[in-house]
């Protein structure tokens, strides 16, 4: 039987992650977990199943799928984003750095003015930091800590935190939660957000397929004046669409469709201190400072996490757990890399509004 494809068709079979994070190549990894097929001889799968949730690109066959029109989207030299809005939204504090940190960092540094919303409270994510006495109210203030300080790795203006029950999303109205969006969106005249996917068919975490589909109807309805217009009429705002959109989708059995590949190489460390920033959550945060000092209780230390505990937490970060930015990336030849469902407003089709204003103007004669 054909080893099943990685990474969809480009097939980067024995590659081997680098680094300390050691990990076995994903080639490897995706022969193990090959089950028996009842498929009749002749018939070519065209799609895999897989029975776990493994949130990676390493672990899951399949886990992207390309578009015809791919783009790898490489540095831009200058600041060709100057006067123009990013917003990245995320439902908790730790989901913009996983996913796409390195990209946000790099649209800021590229000209963006960056803004950083998060749609819950985080009361109920994993415990990290919290010690063994820890509460629910507890891990809110924490989070609150940790929104702020991503948003300043990444060199965003301004974090905002809206504050919805963790894991409960899905209580709140979604009318609501879109208002407030379209609200900020005016209020910042955000041109480009940075979010998950809405168009996936997704995954478990509730909070962010209901934040996915707040922030698409959101990029859509801040443009309509007849939304809201109290927004304009008392406000003064004016009525601007989204209309960028960098979509990150995680669907656990894979097939999610990307057609842009940001190069992030020049973005990795700015990446690895925003995960650095949330403390709560445990996976990174303080995790190198916590492995370097159980290791000295045992008398040993790693020398990769340095001698002191900033090195500690930015190197076990860097090496532990961009691997799959980096597996990625190397099968276009890059360093790091991160993947996105990217709409945009295109160059190429003819705008109907333009294309009938140029006839009018061409054509239109005095009575
Ligand atoms: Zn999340």
């Known amino acids: 039987m054909r080893r099943r494809r990685f990474f969809g068709a480009s097939a980067a079979g024995g590659l081997t992650l680098g680094g300390a994070g050691g990990l076995a190549s994903p080639s490897a990894m995706q022969t193990a977990k090959e089950r028996p097929s009842a498929l009749p001889p002749g018939v070519t799968p065209s799609a ?17 799928v390309y578009a015809n029109d791919l783009v790898i989207e490489r540095n831009r030299p200058g600041k060709p984003h100057k006067g123009k809005v990013l917003a990245a939204v995320q439902a908790h504090s730790d989901d913009i750095p996983i996913f796409c940190g390195g990209t946000v960092a790099k649209l800021i540094d590229e000209g963006y003015t960056g803004y950083l919303i998060r749609l819950s409270n985080d009361e109920s994510g994993p415990v990290g930091n919290r010690g063994p006495n820890w509460t629910l109210g507890h891990g809110v203030l924490l989070s609150q800590k940790d929104n702020d300080a991503v948003a300043e790795a990444l060199g965003c203006k301004k974090a905002f935190s809206l504050g919805y029950q963790n ?141 002191d505990d900033d090195s500690a937490n930015f190197n076990y970060v860097k090496h532990f757990m961009m691997d799959d930015n980096r597996v990625f990336g190397a099968q276009f030849g890059l360093e790091y890399a991160e993947a996105f469902h990217y709409l945009g407003p295109s160059d190429s089709r003819p705008n109907p509004r333009e294309s009938r204003q140029k006839y009018i103007d061409a054509h239109a004669v005095p009575l």
């Open 48 to 64: 895999y199943t897989v029975p776990h949730s493994e949130y990676g690109a390493a672990t899951t066959p399949d886990y992207f």
């Open 167 to 307: 894991h409960r999303l899905d209580e709140d109205a979604l009318i609501e939660i879109r208002g407030r969006l379209i609200f900020l969106f005016r209020l910042l005249q955000v041109d480009t957000v940075v979010c998950y996917d809405p168009y996936n068919d997704y995954e478990e975490n509730p909070d962010h397929t209901v934040m996915s589909h707040a922030v698409q109807g959101a990029c859509w309805m801040a443009s309509e004046e007849r939304d809201y217009p109290e927004h304009f009429k008392l406000l003064g705002f004016e009525p601007k669409g989204v209309r960028e959109k960098y979509y990150v989708a995680r669907a656990a059995h894979g097939h999610n469709t990307i057609n842009r590949v940001v190069d992030i190489s020049s973005y990795i460390d700015a990446k690895v201190r925003s995960n650095v920033a949330y403390k709560d959550k445990g996976s990174a945060g303080d995790a190198g400072l916590r492995l370097r000092r159980a290791l000295a209780k045992q008398g040993k230390k790693l020398p990769l996490l340095g001698d």
